[in-house]
Nanobody, 119 residues
Framework: VQLQASGGGLVQPGGSLRLSCAASGSIFSINVMGWYRQAPGKQRELVATIFSGGNTNYVDSVKGRFTISRDNAKNTVYLQMNSLVPEDTAVYRC??????????????WGQGTQVTVSS
């Protein structure tokens, strides 16, 4: 199983970015997909998760600004980030947990994508 993330970049405060993360490989099902971030000198933080049924969770600091969604047919998770602030600057990584085609559990990470919010 591989996860390929894309969509990071440099944006001004108040701007928007959309991250994508596509899972591929021997996948039977994906239970939960999520986005994490880690800023320099800080611990990794869970930003948002979405379950196969559509339930979502967000860290308080992004509620009302970020929206996580997924396309189950494409095994892809998205993170729409609006009203970005400098404190959102971090390396963002996606994670997926589920079952492989041989019905074994998996938890995989995508590569990090840098998000920088600066004027």
């Amino acid at each position: 199983v591989q996860l390929q993330a894309s969509g990071g970049g440099l944006v001004q405060p108040g701007g928007s970015l959309r991250l994508s993360c596509a899972a591929s490989g021997s996948i039977f099902s994906i239970n939960v997909m999520g986005w994490y971030r880690q800023a320099p000198g800080k611990q990794r933080e869970l930003v948002a998760t979405i379950f196969s049924g559509g339930n979502t969770n967000y860290v308080d600091s992004v509620k009302g600004r970020f929206t996580i969604s997924r396309d189950n047919a494409k095994n892809t998770v998205y993170l729409q980030m609006n009203s970005l602030v400098p404190e959102d600057t971090a390396v963002y990584r996606c994670n997926a947990e589920g079952l492989t085609a041989s019905r074994t559990n998996f938890s995989y990470w995508g590569q990090g994508t840098q998000v920088t919010v600066s004027s």
